[in-house]
């Protein structure tokens, strides 16, 4: 079956710009969970979505950064007036219940901002 | 503060040896422990987990060995194969509190040479 998804794979954008970023996670998986990957640095947790609700946002470093998922399955990071230290790759994930611990990773979206 | 910790961040081991990965943990409250692999440009896919109810769990070449006193878990991999090559991520989390919010260490890069 098809894993979690995110486009674009790759995203040049100019400082002061408005980016989004897409993620579909695997069908039937209600859980879903933003990470940031700097480089040299392991994934660090952004925002976790259980249905269409954020449980928990506490992850998101300043209220430049926004997520929806507004019918419980796709979900849209949303940054704005990006900054240089934005750059990352922003990695998704999904897991069939809150309670799962194993979650599955997509391949992640290369974020760099010039 | 790094709550999990992989102090080495490259590994080089012959094909048909044991490649032994280390983690340490400084967070009391964590109790599951996942290693996840990573291949360049993928995302991280899940390897293996242990609970703190355990010592050791052992999947095929792969076994994970935890020491709660210690705060310290291994990951053995036996014999090593030069598919094996990958970055290795140690991740802990909390089942009794946000048990859907990982915590990763930085990433051992592991390199077995045929």
């Known amino acids: 079956g098809a894993g979690v998804s995110q486009t674009p794979s790759n995203k040049v954008t100019e400082k002061g710009k408005y980016v989004e970023l897409r993620c579909d996670p695997i069908s039937g998986h209600t859980a879903l969970y933003w990470y940031r990957q700097s480089l040299g640095q392991g994934p660090e947790f952004l925002i976790y979505f259980q249905g269409t609700g954020a449980a928990d946002d506490s992850g998101l470093p300043n209220d430049r950064f926004f997520a929806v998922r507004p019918e419980g399955s796709v979900s849209t990071l949303k940054i704005q007036r990006t900054e240089r230290g934005d750059s990352a790759v922003y990695l998704c994930?999904?897991?069939?219940?809150?309670?799962?611990?194993?979650?599955?990773f997509g391949p992640g979206t290369r974020l760099t901002v010039l | 503060d790094q709550q999990v910790k992989q102090n080495s961040p490259s590994l080089s081991v012959q094909e048909g040896r044991i490649s032994i990965l280390n983690c340490d943990y400084t967070?009391?409250?964590?109790?599951?422990f996942l290693w996840y692999k990573k291949y360049p440009a993928e995302g991280p896919t899940f390897l293996i987990s242990?609970?703190?109810?355990?010592d050791k769990n052992e999947d095929g070449r792969f076994t994970v060995f935890l020491n709660k006193s210690a705060k310290h878990l291994s990951l053995h991999i036996v014999p090593s194969q030069p598919g094996d090559s990958a970055v290795y991520f140690c991740a802990a989390s909390d089942s009794g509190g946000s048990n859907y919010k990982l915590t990763f260490g930085k990433g051992t890069l592991l390199t077995v040479n045929p």
């Open positions: 242990i609970s703190s109810i355990k």
């Open positions: 967070n009391s409250m964590f109790d599951y």
């Open positions: 994930a999904s897991s069939l219940t809150s309670g799962s611990n194993e979650q599955f």
